[in-house]
T-cell receptor, first 113, second 109 residues
Framework: ETGVTQSPTHLIKTRGQQVTLRCSSQ?????VSWYQQALGQGPQFIFQ???????GRGNFPPRFSGLQFPNYSSELNVNALELDDSALYLC????????????FGPGTRLLVL | RKEVEQDPGPFNVPEGATVAFNCTYS??????FFWYRQDCRKEPKLLMS???SGNEDGRFTAQLNRASQYISLLIRDSKLSDSATYLC??????????FGTGTSLTVIP
């Protein structure tokens, strides 16, 4: 176990709805990255938060937004859900943004109907 | 053009075989390189980092060729437990990480 937890594990929403996914980072880690993994694809980088600030963003529209709290846990918010948003959403925590020690949580499976 | 390209496979090999996976990346400014392993319906886990000098961890050997923008992973003496998807990962700045689509490996008894 990595010590990174995510909630919920599964979620079903309908088009146009909004969703919030949560991630608790491993103790001592101040950096959280979020990824979207569609079926049969590799994870796609959404954004990274470091000490409560966005610290890099991938090619995702503004309806994907995030937040990091003082305890370094994080939220991913997606507005106006589309069918193509159906995917596994992974968060990964690391100490100080180091890629070598990026630990993934088990993910949240989102289905948009 | 994708940042990272991998042959998706699948690779089906007998136990004890040697298998090699390749990966190419498009950005010559890329700085860090990794192989991750992902089991079915699980999260990715770091297998090993990839250094210019090449590195080995037991039965696994990773190589980086910066001139050709090419990364490889060699698995010797394949075990049933090696069956998984292997993801090539490239980082440009340390805060943006690009994953390939993954290469599926099944080791057959």
């Amino acid at each position: 176990e990595t010590g990174v937890t995510q909630s919920p594990t599964h979620l079903i929403k309908t088009r146009g709805q909004q969703v919030t996914l949560r991630c608790s980072s491993q103790s001592g880690h101040n950096t959280v990255s979020w990824y979207q993994q569609a079926l049969g694809q590799g994870p796609q980088f959404i954004f990274q938060y470091y000490r409560e600030e966005e610290n890099g963003r991938g090619n995702f529209p503004p309806r994907f937004s995030g937040l990091q709290f003082p305890n370094y846990s994080s939220e991913l918010n997606v507005n106006a859900l589309e069918l193509d948003d159906s995917a596994l959403y992974l968060c990964a925590s690391s100490p100080g943004g180091s890629a070598e020690t990026q630990y993934f949580g088990p993910g949240t499976r989102l289905l948009v109907l | 053009r994708k940042e990272v390209e991998q042959d998706p496979g699948p690779f089906n090999v007998p136990e004890g075989a040697t298998v090699a996976f390749n990966c190419t990346y498009s950005n010559s400014a890329s700085q860090s390189f990794f192989w991750y392993r992902q089991d079915c319906r699980k999260e990715p886990k770091l297998l090993m980092s990839v250094y210019s000098s090449g590195n080995e961890d037991g039965r696994f050997t990773a190589q980086l060729n910066r001139a050709s923008q090419y990364i490889s992973l060699l698995i010797r003496d394949s075990k049933l437990s090696d069956s998984a998807t292997y993801l090539c990962v490239v980082s440009n700045t340390g805060n943006q990480f690009y994953f390939g689509t993954g290469t599926s490996l099944t080791v057959i008894p």
